[in-house]
């Protein structure tokens, strides 16, 4: 039995509870002690074509709280000729509408294969993902991460091989050209009196790599461009010395027959940017599309400037007549 006095303590606790959450829901409201979400992958780096794995977990804050959706947006950024572009690559749709209790914790899974059009991280081709927490009457919460890119084993065989040629990789190399991501080594030894650079974009097909290569050449009348397709087998490509051998056949033999072959890299370019294997295909349009963007708000601007003009000059017409 409780008594008078003891009922009043009792009735002025559980109104004092009342008021603390009340005050602790509005907080939430204002993200004070919400839920929150955090993106934990499985590792910093992941190869082209592998799986991106990790996982999404959701940390319920100090009320309960409704959430609408839980996604994670996977973005390419791309650093162009003195621009910044971002294309969405992927999104992830995690989780739908559920409660969280206080200090709960749900965790989703994430999983994603990466594909082999995407760009090679460089100092021009950034990735991140970001998780976006939906909370219903409340403030959002979002966390995110940066993710490398790298080449996948055969491709670094392709690398090792024109290292082992005497090749050094410019710093200039894996930017973007509006096409393909393109690849550009300097010779220092065997083939430095007679290239300036070799540019390449990269195919990978299931039997094996598409090399579209572009030789900038010493010539008496100049420099001169060359540009060839260089089809390499799946099996060379677990092989550095015959790989590195089987370039080195091919570019001695473009360079002594540098006249029967012409066209431009850019026909090669067009020929293969849309089969599934071609390196930064995945960027295609995206320079063009933001810099038409630009042009049509450029266009609006000049045209609400127009307007703006001609009712200024109605107004002074109009206190003219007054």
Known sequence: ?????????????????????????????????????????DQDAFVMGDDLTGQVVVHGGKVKQNINRVTVDFYLQLFHEGHHYQKLIHRFDVADSFSIQPDEEKIFPLQYQLPYQLLLSSETVTYHLIAHLDIQGGKDHSHQKTVLIQPHAPLQNVFAAFTQLGFEEKTS????????????????????????????????????????????????????EISRECWVEKTLLDDVEALANHLRQFIEETLQQHATYV??????????????????????GLIALELFDELVDDLEDELEEMMDEDDDAVDFFDDEDD
């Open 1 to 41: 039995m409780y008594s008078g006095e003891d009922l009043t303590i009792l009735i002025v606790d559980e109104e004092i509870k009342g008021v603390w959450y009340m005050f602790k829901k509005m907080l939430a409201r204002f993200g004070q002690g919400s839920t929150k979400v955090q993106l934990q992958l």
């Open 173 to 224: 190399s894996r930017s973007f050209d509006g096409y393909l991501q393109e690849f550009a080594f300097a010779p220092t030894t065997l083939f430095q009196d007679k290239l300036e650079e070799i540019e390449l974009n990269i195919v990978i097909k299931e039997d094996g790599l598409l090399l579209l290569m572009e030789f900038d050449c010493y010539s008496f009348l100049g420099e001169k």
């Open 263 to 284: 066209g431009e890299k850019r026909y090669l370019q067009e020929k293969h940017y849309q089969l599934p294997g071609a390196i930064g295909a995945i960027a295609f």
